[in-house]
């Protein structure tokens, strides 16, 4: 973490911040999470979603996921569990541009977090496996309620994007007072982040130093 760091060094407000969900953004592992999913699903005698139909069905909070795939509310948190101890114990891979991203964004000062409904060891298990670099100012994982913890993170800088892969991500992004930026190849088409009020479309993480270091045109 940098926190301490930037307040040794004086630091009360940075000039950017960008605080990042993981599953899906950071990492790319939408394959591991469909298996993770259907190893819940089956487990409990419920139908598999179909490779083609995860980007649809998966969508958070994952309680109301798992209620509408049919698991009563009885089981929600144990299947929610399940999922994050498969998903804990599992490798993946990290989202092309993400060192050399984080690094030049630390170069820059800018404010860096992560924000992830995502259960705290399965975020640690790919901070370490995958060596990420440990630029964190904040890590805070899981987020129940994403914008309550978006605001509370908001005083950090004058200007904020938030990063991620879902609908859910871009509307909170939007309701904390955070830029919308969407990714690419995690858990939801373009079209459902589009429409959900992405400002920008990325592929790779060093698309994220322009942005927000150089005051590029998000839109």
Not at 127 to 134: A, G, K, R
């Amino acid at each position: 973490m940098r926190a301490g760091a930037r307040a040794d060094a004086g630091y009360s407000r940075a000039s950017s911040m960008v605080i990042f969900d993981w599953n899906g953004t950071v990492v790319l592992d939408a394959d591991r999470a469909a298996t993770a999913l259907n190893d819940v699903l089956t487990g409990r005698g419920i139908a598999p979603v179909p490779e083609s139909e995860f980007s649809t069905t998966f969508r958070l909070p994952m309680a109301q996921m798992f209620t509408d795939l049919g698991i009563d509310d009885a089981g929600v948190t144990e299947a929610e569990a399940e999922w994050n101890t498969r998903m804990a114990t599992t490798m993946t891979r990290l989202r092309s541009g993400v060192r050399e991203a984080l690094i030049q964004l630390a170069d820059e000062d800018v404010w860096l977090g992560i924000v992830s409904a995502a259960a705290a060891e399965a975020v640690t298990h790919d901070l370490t496996s995958l060596d990420v670099p440990p630029v964190w100012d904040a890590v805070l994982a899981p987020a129940a309620d994403k914008v309550t913890v978006l605001r509370a993170l908001r005083h950090h800088a004058d200007t904020a994007v938030y990063v991620g892969d879902t609908a859910y991500d871009m509307q909170c992004a939007i309701e904390a007072g955070y830029q919308p930026v969407g990714v690419r190849g995690g858990y939801s088409s373009d079209t459902v982040l589009e429409r959900a009020g992405a400002t920008m479309l990325i592929n790779d993480l060093i698309e994220l130093v322009s942005l927000v270091c150089r005051g590029a045109d998000a839109h």
